[in-house]
């Protein structure tokens, strides 16, 4: 019996002459979970440490079944093993534990990288972040999660992008191959951003608020209750952008561009404006409140209904302009849209219903 028990547990050693009391520790493997346990029996009672415990807290009754009908020593640590492996399964919790392997792998990946390229990594040593910069200056980073058999398992990659980041792994790839293929997806986004870039130094933009470098959208300012809401594409960034005029007569209507030209200069040319810029003008200037709620933003939304009639023009927010409007008899809607009068001017004005949220 003790050479099967040395042989199912090798870390066991008795502790007295009958060997009825074992002091030491258990190998317990759930695919690549290893836990060690200190473990000590005597006289059918088992006392063990404070994180086996832990882990046993809910199967107490069945060790304690176990322990008491096992023939002998050797078939209560094999029953108790698998306790430990059933136990170990149902904590979601619980994380593969890598081998030394996986940390030495890790700092020798991150020697040839450069440990310049490090931002921030946790203390299981699982989620990296690495910065680049492309060739305009633009700082970027890359979140990296890495697997418990890296580098035999692909990490899962995420950065602030507006495509998707895709990367090629094999059983030799590292974090070098990460970051080099992150730096060429960056450099076939460099014109993209420098669209944007542009209309972000040179225009007043309203939403985003707070762009990142995700957003492909923007809406900038054109005069008192005004704007154009612009569309940028990711692969063709100088041609034909998506433009919605907002504001009195408002619409969406396709620009044609002029290839030569940037996007900015494509939309004075073809709107025959000069769009107000930081150098020129504030941008309270153009934070008009919602006539309705008397604030700017609600929530995250900032009012983008206007009134049709050029010389009113006043903005609302489109939740507020339909509970406005649905709480006037003389309202109408049909299918989606909210006919009634505007609260200022008492022209006609529209306003399509808010979808629905679906916890509701």
């Known amino acids: 019996m003790e050479r099967l028990l040395v042989k199912e547990s090798p870390l066991l050693l008795p502790l007295n002459k009958e060997k009825t009391i ?73 994380r593969s534990i890598p081998p030394p392997k996986y940390y ?118 054109i005069g008192n209750n005004v704007s154009i809401k612009v569309e940028v594409n990711t692969r063709h960034p100088n041609m034909l952008p998506e433009c919605c005029l907002l504001g009195a007569d408002h619409g969406t209507s396709c620009i044609e561009m002029n290839p030569e030209c940037s996007v900015l200069q494509n939309l004075r040319d073809v709107l025959e404006i000069e769009f107000p810029s930081p150098a020129t003008h504030e941008k309270s200037s153009f934070s008009v409140e919602c006539g309705i709620c008397y604030s700017y933003r609600l929530n995250s939304d900032i009012p983008d209904q206007v009134c049709n009639d050029s010389r009113c023009g006043q903005p609302f927010h489109q939740a507020c302009l339909y509970e406005w409007l649905r709480g006037i008899p003389s309202s109408r809607q049909s299918f989606s849209i909210v006919f009634g009068e505007c609260p200022y001017c008492s022209k006609p004005i529209t306003v399509k219903c808010p979808p629905r949220n679906p916890e509701n």
């Open 104 to 221: 030495s792998q890790l700092i020798t990946e991150m020697e040839d990288l450069g440990w310049d390229k490090l931002v921030f990594i946790d203390t299981e040593f699982r989620t990296l972040r690495l910065k680049a910069e492309d060739s305009s200056g633009r700082q970027h980073v890359v979140t990296v999660k890495l697997k418990p058999k890296h580098p035999l398992e692909a990490p899962v990659c995420t950065a602030d992008l507006p495509v998707p980041l895709a990367m090629t792994w094999t059983a030799q790839s590292s974090l070098t191959h990460v970051h080099t293929q992150f730096l060429l997806l960056l450099e076939s986004l460099a014109e993209f951003w420098a669209v944007l870039d542009e209309i972000d130094q040179k225009t007043w933009v309203l939403e985003p608020e707070k762009p990142s470098r995700a957003d492909t959208m923007r809406r900038i300012v």
């Open 22 to 94: 074992y002091d030491g520790f258990i190998t317990v493997q759930v695919g690549l979970i290893f836990n060690y346990v200190l473990l000590i029996i005597l006289h059918c009672r088992l006392h063990c440490c404070w994180q086996l415990k832990q882990l046993l807290r809910g199967y107490v009754h069945i060790v304690k079944r176990r322990l008491h009908h096992s023939p002998d020593l050797v078939s209560f640590v094999l029953e108790l093993k698998t306790v430990l492996e059933v136990a170990l399964k149902s904590r979601t919790e619980c």
